[in-house]
């Protein structure tokens, strides 16, 4: 059994730069360490089409690091929260084509 699965589902993609496919990303392990996750993540990222400078990665920030600058953390923290806020539309959406509710989805 896997520990652990990232599942992109297949949309209709209004501009047509998106295949319509499913993809899984299945980690088999259990005990993964936080930063193995984080990268077996942003390998499922790419794999569903975003692109990272090869500087880039992610990482777990802690939320008391406050001394009211503006950081490129925190940036990305906001778009990552848009794309949560995508994801989770896409799910309703797709559930409601499928006359199901999203946690059915799953199944």
Known sequence: MA???FIS???NCEY?????????????ERD????????AFMYFMK???YHFATDESFAVVSSNDDDGEVDVDDE?????DDKDLIIEELL???????????S????
């Open 32 to 39: 993964v360490s936080v930063d193995d996750m984080l990268e």
């Open 76 to 80: 990305a923290a906001k778009l990552f």
């Open 9 to 11: 589902y297949p949309y």
């Open 16 to 28: 047509n730069s998106s295949l319509n496919v499913l993809n899984e990303y299945t980690i088999e």
């Open 47 to 49: 794999s569903v089409g």
């Open 3 to 5: 520990g652990f699965k």
């Open 104 to 107: 059915n989805l799953w199944n």
């Open 92 to 102: 309703l959406e797709i559930a409601a084509l499928k006359n199901t509710s999203p």
